[in-house]
Antibody, heavy 120, light 108 residues
């Protein structure tokens, strides 16, 4: 059974930092691209970052470029999102998402999400 | 970036009726890289359709996807009570992958 379990969300002040983690099981982690997708309260879905299975290629949305860093540790079956210089508009539920391919692919499995609230 | 526009924003229908949801892309990419997701309140999205027309594992055959080029459609042939939700289209063939703004299917 495929499982993706996020952690690391919480309340942070503007300008602060958080590191999200996603521990996965039930599939060969290194074979698949992964994404972080966020959803602001009452809003739609936005992909903030992707990383290929090998970790060699990464993508960032313009809204987070230079502030967020995606990484993965294939030996620990764990995906990370380091978020720095957080802003109020980064407030959202952040989902860890498995892509169906090593480079591209639809999102075939989603985590339960972790809430990040940026507020003073 | 490819912008996806979904219509209508809200669809009010009764159980048993047919639902037709539209997704239009700002430019033509590969039809192989269009997906549809369902999201219920308080839940994570669920993959319904990938490659524009292929059903994901475990998805009932009342859900079907069609289209090519810039125009795509998700059809729910007969709405069941559990189908009332928000539906998103997504293109995943061109970086950045992008989502439509969603269509809410509500009970009339």
């Amino acid at each position: 059974e495929v499982q993706l379990v996020e952690s690391g969300g919480g309340l942070v002040q503007p300008g602060g930092s958080l590191r999200l983690s996603c521990v996965v099981s039930g599939f060969t982690f290194s074979n698949y691209a992964m994404s972080w997708v966020r959803q602001a309260p009452g809003k739609g879905l936005e992909c903030v970052s992707d990383i290929t299975g090998s970790g060699n290629n990464r993508y960032y949305a313009d809204s987070v470029k230079g502030r967020f860093t995606i990484s993965r540790d294939n030996s620990k079956n764990t995906l990370y999102l380091q978020m720095n210089s957080l802003r109020a508009e980064d407030t959202a539920v952040y989902y860890c998402a498995k892509r169906s391919g090593g480079y591209l692919g639809a999102i075939d499995f989603w985590g339960q999400g972790t809430l990040v609230t940026v507020s003073s | 970036e490819i912008v996806l526009t979904q219509s209508p924003g809200t669809l009010s229908l009764s159980p048993g009726e047919r639902a037709t949801l539209s997704c239009r892309a700002s430019q033509s990419g590969s039809s192989s890289y269009l997906a549809w997701y369902q999201q219920k309140p308080g839940q994570s999205p669920r993959l319904l359709i990938y490659g524009a027309s292929s059903r994901a594992t475990g998805i009932p055959d009342r859900f079907s996807g069609s289209g090519s080029g810039t125009d795509f459609t998700l059809t729910i042939s007969r709405l069941e009570p559990e189908d009332f939700a928000v539906y998103y289209c997504q293109q995943y063939g061109t970086s950045p992958q992008t989502f439509g703004q969603g269509t809410k299917v509500e009970i009339k």
